[in-house]
C-alpha cells in the first residue's frame, strides 16, 4: 500500500579509490524496496561517497549496483539518476531560478512537461512539502529549513524510485531540524525506498528499518537498529555510539 | 588674459566644434557604436568558447584557450590592429572582392575581446559552487544541459559587472581602428575628430570626441555600479522570520 513506485537497491563489492587513498573498501548494502536504510559513522568514512556511487556521480572501480534487482552500470548514468533522488547538506538549490522553477526545471526539460503542466506539478510538489505560498520567492529567502524542503520537493517531482539524503540536516540550525526529520519519516511512512546518511541517531533508529555502520571505508557491522544502539557488537561502534550519544 | 584666451581657442573653438559636431552625430557615433557592439557580441560569443574550453576536461581544448588567451591578451590593443587588419586585409580581398578595412577592424576588436571576456566568464563559471553541478547531475541532466541551464547562467551573473567593464574598454578601443585607413563614411568618433583638428591646426574637435566618448562611457560605468550593488544586495524582497510564522502567518493561506 505504498504512495510510491519504489524499488530496492543493492550494492555488492563496491571499491573506490582516489588515487592512493582507498575509500570504499568492498561495500555491501541490500535496501529492499519501501524501506529506509541509514548509514551512520564517523566523518570520512565513506558514507557520502557510498551514496554518489550508488547513483553514479562517481563511477566505483570495482562492484556493481542493482536497482529492482538489476545491474544498472551498463546503464545511462543521467537516465539512472532520474531514477534516484538526492538531497544534499547544503540543499543545493539553484539560487537563479524561484522556488516553483527549482522544482519544475527537471520536469520541463527531462520529463519535457510543457510549462503549465511543470508548474502546475511542481505546485503539487511544493504543497506537500507546505511551502506552496513561498513558489514565487527566491531560495535566498528561505529559511535553512524551508530551502531544504524545497530541494525534497525537487527531487520529488522526479517521481524517483529511491532517494537519497546526504546529512540533510546536518547545516541546519537546531530548531529546523525536526520540521525536515518529520517529512522524512512521513516519506519512510509512506513507502519510499531511501538511504539516509545521518547524524541523527534519532532518527536512525526510530524511523530506518535497518543501520549500516561504516567506518574506514568497511562496512563494520549492519542490522536492525535496535541491535544495533542497544547491543552493538564490534568496539568501534561502541566506541562511535558513546562519543555521538 | 591672452593665454587663457589661447587655450579657450585651442580647446573649445566653437566654430570648430560646430563643424564637427553634427558629423560626428551622422558618422562617428553610428560607426563607434556599431564596431563596440558587433565585435562586443562576436567577443562574448568567442570568451564564452574559450571559457568552456578552458575549463573542459579536454587538455587540448585547455590548451588551444591558454595559448589564445595568453597571446591575445599579451599584444598592444593598437598592434593586434595593425597586424589583423593589414595582414589578413589582402586576403579577405582576394576571397570576397571587398576592400574595406571595417570587417578586418570588428575582427581585430572581437579576437581582442575575446580574449579578455573569456577570462571574465572562466572566473564566473568557476566560482559556482561545485553542489550546483552535482545537484543538476543528481537530477539527470547530462554535463552539457547542466552548465547551460544551471551553472554558466550564475557564473555569468556574478561577472555582469566585469563584462560591461570590458564593453567599456572596447568603446575606447575601437578609436585605434583609425590606423586601418576606413572610408570617409565608415569613420568613427575619434577619427573624425582627428581629421579636423589636423586640418585645422586646433584641439576642439579633439575635445568634442572626448564628450562623445564620455556621453557614451559614464553611464555604463555608473550601470555598471548599479548591477554590482543589485548583486551584492538581491531583489528587496520580504522575508518570513521562521518556518512556524509561515505555517500560521499570513503566507499560509496561499
Redesign the interface.
Known sequence: MSEFASGSLSARNIHLSFGSNHVLRGIDLHVPQGTTASVIGPSGSGKSTLLRVM?R?IEPDQGDILLDGRSVLKDNP??L??R???V?Q?F?????KTVVENVS??LR??RKLSKEEARSEALEQLDLV?????AD??P??L?G??QQRV?IA??LA?KPEVMFFDEATSALDP??VK?VLALMADLAKGGMTMVVVTHEMGFSRNVSDAVTFMDAGVVVESGPPEQLFTEPKTDRLKGFLSDVL | MDILKQLADTFFNWQLMGEVIPKMFAVGLPNTIILAVVSGIIGTAIGMLLALMGISRNAAARWVARVYTDILRGLPPVLTILVIGFGFGPIVRELTGSTSPYPMAIAALSLMSGAYIGEIFRSGIQSV?K??L?????????YG?SMR??VV??GI?RVLPALVNQFIALIKESSLVFMLGLLASEREIFQIGKDLAANSGNLSPYVAAAIFYLALTIPLTHFVNWIDARLRT??P????P??AA??VGK????
Open positions: 547513483n556521480l543521467d537516465e539518476r532520474r534516484i533522488g538526492m544534499f547544503q543545493n538549490l539553484f539560487p537563479h526545471l527537471a526539460k527531462l507546505g511551502l506552496r505560498h513561498k520567492s527566491r535566498a529567502n529559511s529549513g524551508q530541494a525537487r527531487a522526479m530548531e529546523l520540521g | 559552487d553542489g550546483q552535482e545537484a543538476s547531475r543528481a537530477l539527470g541532466f547530462g544541459p541551464l544551471v547562467p550564475q551573473r538581491g531583489r524582497e520580504k522575508k518570513e521562521d518556518d509561515a505555517v503566507g499560509a493561506q496561499a
